[in-house]
């Protein structure tokens, strides 16, 4: 008994030290090479005052789809809201906005420009914006024109070999982000992967304490397809859920987005330390996270379309699409 104890202690004591190892490391990192092109501090923010423009939603707008949970939380769809009752209220709340969007390797080259140049003009037009970009290739980061009260921040990051690493390192470095400049300075933040092109309005209604996005290819699939993580070894395992979400976009406030950042990090970390890796990487810890916290607000598949889906028959706008997969570019030199 004590000697499983102290079994406990050890192993214990192990993830504390590589967990302060990793987190002096990178805020070391994020300190020394930060490179801060232009930062304004917004003014102050109340989140408080838009909390209750959801109840003014038009539930009933989409008969053919899910348009409230189970927990009362809203899954937002056209016709549902009314964008400028949303915007309006957003600005005169003084709302502000965090984008982070990670390009290490080919994926700044592949990627990063469109993302940004469609992000000017769809992503929460009208709010102030800082978008904060993390790559390893800070001096590739392509000049692109901000509208006023925009704002782009560039960060150093290590580059992963694998995928898998960088994805779930981003866990990480957002948690980092968030406590040592995001906190206090934004009222939301928004995590997007960088393959993805904006392509209609993706405005004031996505914002919300705590918000997850419907997968395309799952959301219309019955439950037991869903791909969580089935291995009992994983911190990821689980064995029900509400839906399968995407990890392609999260967000909320900053408090929220850096529990759920913290809750993935570790659980990789505790995976790491038993050399096992989760299904889908980030994305299985994200959906564990948000089986056992559930976002107040979910984002229907018309935020995050995969245009190789050939149903489009409830996709009324297509807000953001999934850029053509450049495997020549991604792969080659
Ligand atoms: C928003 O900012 C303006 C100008 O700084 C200020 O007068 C106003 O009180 C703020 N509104 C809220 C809801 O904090």
């Avoid at 002096?24 to 490179?35: D, H, P, Q």
Wanted: with cysteine.
């Amino acid at each position: 008994m004590s000697n499983h104890r102290g079994k406990i202690a050890g192993l214990f004591i192990c993830i504390l030290l590589l967990a302060s190892g990793f987190i002096s490391l990178y805020t070391r990192r994020l300190r020394a090479v930060a490179f801060i092109k232009e930062l304004r501090v917004p003014r102050e923010s109340t989140p408080a005052t838009t909390n209750d423009l959801d109840d003014k939603l038009n539930f009933g707008a989409r008969p053919h789809v899910q348009t409230q949970t189970s927990w009362n939380a809203p899954i937002m769809w056209e016709l549902m809201f009314d964008n400028n009752l949303y915007d309006r209220k957003h600005k005169e709340a003084n709302t502000t906005v965090a984008l982070t969007v990670f390009a290490v390797g080919r994926y700044l080259e592949a990627y990063l420009k469109t993302f940004l140049t469609s992000a000017e003009e769809h992503f929460m037009l009208g709010l102030p914006v800082t978008y904060f970009v993390f790559t390893d290739l800070p001096e590739q980061v392509p000049e692109i024109t901000l509208a006023p009260q925009r704002n782009i921040i560039i960060v150093k990051v290590e580059k992963h070999t694998r995928w898998q690493d960088i994805s779930m390192m981003r866990m990480k470095t957002i948690s980092e982000v968030i406590d040592t400049v995001l906190q206090h300075k934004f009222t939301y933040v928004f995590c997007f992967d960088v393959d993805q092109i904006f392509k209609g309005r993706f405005g004031s209604e996505a914002l919300g304490e705590s918000v997850a996005l419907l997968h395309a290819h799952y959301y219309k699939l019955p439950k037991y397809r869903f791909t969580y993580d089935r291995n009992p070894e994983s911190k990821a395992y689980m064995t029900e859920g509400d839906y399968y979400y995407h990890a392609a976009i999260f967000g909320g406030t900053c408090e929220k987005v850096k529990a759920l950042a913290d809750y993935c990090y570790v659980n990789i970390m505790e995976d790491k330390l038993k050399n096992v890796e989760a299904l889908w990487h980030d994305e299985s810890h994200l959906n564990k996270y948000f089986w056992l916290n559930k976002p107040t607000k979910l984002l229907s598949p018309e935020y995050c379309w995969d245009e190789y889906i050939s149903n489009t028959e409830d996709i009324l706008v297509k807000r953001l699409v999934w850029a053509p997969k450049d495997y020549e570019k991604l792969r080659t030199r």
